[in-house]
Nanobody, 118 residues
């Protein structure tokens, strides 16, 4: 069974930084994609960044401020978020896609809350 555990959310002032981390369990999971999504209050879940074997794609709102690091072999990824503003407030989710016991599936973490406020 695959589980994702996220950490690192919290309350930060505008202009501040946070680093989110995600660890996936499941020793036979072979990861092909890792990414971060967020759901602002009252809005739909949206892509922040997606890391695939060929490229790393950031949402326009994240470019220049957020940096994703990932290690598929270690099944970990992180999201360094700088110059945060109140529009970055929301629940952040880690998503991992890959082959597990012969089936290609996607898995989501439980979410971690990020609040940007003075």
């Amino acid at each position: 069974q695959v589980q994702l555990v996220e950490s690192g959310g919290g309350l930060v002032q505008p202009g501040g930084s946070l680093r989110l981390s995600c660890v996936a369990s499941g020793t036979t999971l072979r990861i092909s994609e890792m990414g971060w999504y967020r759901q602002p209050p009252g809005k739909e879940r949206e892509l922040v960044v997606l890391d695939t074997p060929s490229s790393t794609n950031y949402a326009d709102s994240a470019k220049g401020r957020f940096t994703m690091s990932s290690d598929g072999a270690k099944k970990t990824c992180s999201l360094q978020m700088n110059s945060l503003n109140p529009e970055d407030t929301g629940t952040y989710y880690c998503k991992v896609s890959g082959l597990y016991e012969g089936t290609y599936s996607s898995y989501w973490g439980q979410g971690t809350q990020v609040t940007v406020s003075s």
